[in-house]
């Protein structure tokens, strides 16, 4: 059974602070590392994409993988209450050329003025 | 264009009634998938399909049913509907090659 986990939170923040989102997963094979944003009530939308160790940057965004502690996280810098919403994180691995990502449950976020 | 549409956003089922979701996109993706999101829980794949005529199973397929006649669609069926299937149902789909999966607004089911 593959597995990824997340604090489901509340993480609650200060507006321009950096928030610290993590999940952990179990399957070693796994090449391909995604954070999506859902906002209450809404579909999910994906902000972060990573693939290999290390950091990525995107605007205030930082996704950071590290495949050998099995351990993806996602930085938001100068946080902004507009960041308020549930974060996902899914992994996949390339399944004959299928990608079957599989979701954490979501980590809560309040970013308060 | 559209990007992926579901029909309806809100549904009351009785316990045994049957009903379909529709999804659509018109981006001509490859890949389509079916999730299931309970509250406070994340996205549980229930079934994806490859491509027209292709259809496959997800982690939560019981219950459920799946047809992929053309690229735009792929509607889902549930049967004899039970309490349990009451979620938030959400459609995705893919082009090949690409990482992104783009959602569908979503369906609200409830089942009493």
């Known amino acids: 059974q593959k597995e990824v986990e997340q604090n489901s939170g509340p993480l609650s923040v200060p507006e321009g602070a950096i928030a610290s989102l993590n999940c952990t997963y179990s399957d070693r094979g796994s090449q391909s590392f995604f954070w999506y944003r859902q906002y209450s009530g809404k579909s999910p939308e994906l902000i972060m994409s990573i693939y290999s160790n290390g950091d990525k940057e995107d605007g205030r965004f930082t996704a950071q993988l590290n495949k050998a502690s099995q351990y993806v996280s996602l930085l938001i810098r100068d946080s902004q209450p507009s960041d308020s919403a549930t974060y996902l994180c899914?992994?996949?691995?390339?399944?004959?050329?299928?990608?079957?990502?599989?979701f954490g449950r979501g980590t809560s976020l309040i970013v308060h003025p | 264009n559209a990007g992926v549409t579901q029909t309806p956003k809100f549904r009351i089922l009785k316990i045994g009634q049957s009903m379909t979701l529709q999804c659509a996109q018109d981006?001509?993706?490859?890949?389509m998938y079916w999730y299931r999101q309970d509250p406070g829980m994340g996205l549980k794949l229930i079934y994806y399909s490859v491509g027209a005529g292709i259809t496959d199973k997800g982690e939560v397929p019981n219950g459920y049913n799946v047809s992929r006649s053309t690229t735009e669609d792929f509607p889902l069926r549930l049967e004899l509907a039970a309490p349990s299937q009451t979620s938030v149902y959400f459609c995705?789909?893919?082009?090949?090659?690409?990482?992104?999966?783009?959602f569908g607004p979503g369906t609200r089911l409830t089942v009493l």
């Open positions: 981006m001509n993706h490859n890949y």
């Open positions: 995705a789909s893919r082009l090949a090659g690409a990482d992104t999966q783009y």
């Open positions: 899914a992994v996949s691995r390339d399944q004959g050329g299928s990608y079957i990502p599989t």
